[in-house]
């Protein structure tokens, strides 16, 4: 099975082709290319990922050498390790179920497969990307992913806010992808290979200095922040919710953000050479964990809390990887995958019902909406940690980590951004499903093929955390040879639930006991929270406003200077043009004139030129 | 004895001076009379060197006679062409016939 890796990917290439194709006149029919092709590939992938769990399953290696350029061979292929096996099963199943949901979700679109075809172009990169064994052909599909994104943000572009959100998360996640562009440059410069297992040699042998391990960590880094909507690239990805929600499900929860925490955890043997790498990659991520995570506490857009959560829960990742805990980051991007999918499918289903996205204007939808509303409860309690729940084995497990590496600091930063994460969750969940009803909507609860991916998500959500008893981090990190485990202090455990609790309780405190919904301008820390700590107004005073002024300069230049040389050269040729066509007044007599006195010219240089020389 | 140099000249003086009608005259015939003037300068040429040149012989006079054989043959092709273009137009001026402009 392990050889015919490549066939996972294949499936939504050949969707893909067939829907650019046919994708016209299937019409909604599309949906069933696309769903049977990943239920293929989710097959594939489950094979893969059972075949390599066995106890003496290897590594699988496949390279083509693809050019040579002096001694140097670059190579194509793909590989199966752990890491890998788990993330190919984890982008199918979270890409079956959306697209088996947006089915129901797109159904009546008029570009209902255009829908699939960008969604299958997705799915096929991101899982190239994922079997890919070395850093180049990782970086192509890396571009490939964004570029799907961009596409997918932008699918209602009629709607000008979602065109300038796709613009924006292209161009934001382009900053990151220099850097990794610059990165994965200076690695092949230095070691001479792009390949993982290369490059991780000639860091374990010593071959490439300390300084020079810190710089490409910290660029791949920088690509990670863009691809993962850290701080300070964090702003595409909340912006990116303009997308279609089964899009934000996919590719801006489970799948393309987890990419840069996935890069990172790939290459993670280089950044554990780098003390100051996964310093830095701790710091980001803890930071950006509690920053996104109190933007989430105020947010009103359903969507966006969400997207601020992700952002969040990214953080988390990377902040365990950063100290160190290899397992807790890669087991954290298991968990979070389903129950954030689950979260914004759910989500979906009530912008679905209610038609629109503004928390203030939901309310009561529990009622009609039981299914939603409990499976919701199910990712909430979820992504909060709650204890039995996915998300609290994993959390737990990044605390443990943070705790023993020893940044005091960023632990309880975590732990506050847990608390965080467990207030605006249940904030959520208060405002939308519980009291009374603040909308006159007609809601009914959605399609069955819209609540069994839910369904499906919500039981993974539930029990995708027990997989921590059956030797997981032993598995992941191939037996320890990528990273140890970590064995923290049990009060960390019982912190963490105080924190899940404390903050589902101040949620049921100022949203669920009385339902009350506050009303006027927000004032103080709420109004600089609600207004995202004024980043994208910094952004757009610091960056774009002098970008833009930069590229009227341009254009004046391009207008007057350029156009005016070639306005110029215009000029010239007519006027040799209006000479020319004085001299053709048709008559033979002053044609033959001008012959003769060129010809005794000539003749009287040749002569001279005879004489003298 | 009259030498080389005499005839050249003769020939040169012709020569150019039918030049001079066939870029300047306005007339039809006067050009094609001066064209035939040119001919005849460049047969004396021919006749001089076939007589005076480092390899004289005869060819040169041979040569002057298909010339002159050539020449009428000319002559009478080009005053048909000056008749039709009279016909056509009613001017053999040269001045007037300028539709190379276009």
């Keep these: 099975m392990l050889e015919n890796a490549w066939l996972v990917p294949l499936f939504p290439l050949i969707s893909f082709v067939l829907l650019v194709a046919f994708g016209r006149q299937l019409k909604e029919g599309a949906a069933y290319v696309g769903i049977v092709s990943l239920l293929s590939s989710f097959i594939v992938a489950l094979g893969i990922l059972f075949e390599r769990l066995g106890h003496d399953a290897e590594n699988y290696i496949q390279n083509f050498n693809w050019l040579t350029i002096g001694d140097k061979t670059l190579t194509v292929g793909f590989e199966i390790t752990p890491l890998n096996a788990l993330m190919l099963f984890v982008v199918t199943l979270v890409s079956l179920m959306v697209h088996i949901y947006s089915k129901g979700y797109m159904h009546g679109d008029e570009r209902f497969p255009v829908f699939y075809t960008y969604l299958s172009l997705f799915t096929f990169s991101m899982l190239s990307l994922v079997i890919s064994p070395n850093l180049l052909q990782a970086f192509i599909f890396w571009e490939l992913v964004g570029a799907a994104s961009f596409l997918l943000i932008g699918f209602y572009y009629f709607k000008p806010s979602a065109r300038s959100a796709a613009k924006k998360a292209f161009i934001v996640t382009r900053i990151g992808d220099l850097g990794l562009l610059i990165g994965i440059s200076l690695l092949f410069w230095q070691v001479g290979t792009f390949e993982y297992a290369g490059v991780f040699e000639a860091v374990e042998q010593g071959l490439v200095e300390p300084g020079f391990i810190t710089l490409t960590a910290i660029l791949i880094f920088i690509g990670a922040i863009g691809k993962s909507g850290q701080f300070p690239l964090h702003t595409w990805l909340p912006d990116a919710m303009e997308g279609p929600t089964p899009v934000s499900a996919l590719i801006h929860a489970a799948t393309m953000v987890a990419a840069g925490v996935y890069l990172v955890a790939r290459t993670f043997p280089l950044f554990e050479a780098s003390e100051t790498a996964m310093y830095v990659v701790a710091t980001v991520g803890g930071f950006t964990a509690i920053f996104a995570a109190s933007i989430g506490l105020v947010q009103n857009d359903i969507k966006r809390v969400l997207a601020y959560s992700t952002v969040s829960q990214l953080g988390y990742m990377m902040l365990a990887l950063g100290s160190a805990g290899f397992i807790a980051g890669v087991f954290h991007l298991f968990t979070h995958a389903f129950f954030k999918a689950l979260l914004f499918l759910t989500a979906g289903s009530v912008i679905h019902a209610v038609h629109t996205q503004n928390i203030k204007e939901m309310g009561g939808l529990g009622k009609e909406m039981k299914i939603t509303r409990a499976v919701f409860l199910i990712g909430a309690l979820a992504i909060s940690g709650f204890p039995g729940l996915a998300g609290f084995f994993s959390k737990d497990l990044i605390l443990m980590s943070v705790y023993e590496s020893g940044h005091v600091t960023l632990f309880w930063m975590a732990l506050i951004a847990a608390v965080m994460t467990a207030f605006y969750m249940f904030r959520l969940y208060f405002l939308v499903f519980s009291g009374k009803p603040r909308h006159n909507a007609n809601v009914h609860e959605s399609p069955k093929n819209m609540t069994i991916p839910m369904i499906i998500l919500s039981l993974l959500a539930i029990f995708a955390g027990y997989i921590e008893f059956f030797g997981f981090g032993e598995w992941i990190t191939n037996n320890g040879v990528i990273a140890e485990e970590v064995e923290g202090p049990k009060w960390i455990m019982y912190l963490s639930i105080i924190a899940a609790f404390g903050g589902i309780a101040l949620a049921w405190l100022m949203y669920g006991r009385d339902n009350k919904v506050k009303t006027g301008e927000p004032r103080g820390l709420h109004k600089l929270l609600f207004n995202k700590y004024y980043i994208d107004e910094l952004y757009s005073t610091v960056v774009v406003r002098p970008y833009t002024i930069f590229g009227y300069v341009l254009k004046f230049f391009d207008k007057y200077v350029i156009g005016g040389l070639v306005q110029l050269s215009v000029w010239f040729s007519k006027a040799i043009g209006k000479i020319g066509s004085r001299l053709q007044n048709g008559q033979v007599q002053a044609y033959g004139l001008i012959t003769i006195i060129g010809l005794v010219l000539l003749l009287v240089s040749l002569t001279a030129g005879r004489l003298l020389g | ?102």
């Design chain 2, 1 to 102: 004895m009259v030498p080389l140099n005499a005839y050249l000249a003769v020939g040169a003086i012709m020569f150019s001076i039918g030049m001079f009608g066939v870029l300047n005259k306005k007339s039809g015939i006067i050009v094609l009379l001066s064209i035939e003037l040119m001919l005849n300068a460049v047969n004396i040429n021919l006749i001089a060197f076939s007589r005076f040149g480092f390899y004289g012989n005869i060819t040169g006079q041979i040569f002057t006679i298909f010339t002159i054989t050539v020449a009428a043959a000319e002559t009478a092709v080009g005053l048909a062409i000056l008749i039709a273009i009279f016909r056509n137009k009613g001017t053999i001026s040269i001045t007037d016939l300028n539709i190379m402009k276009r």
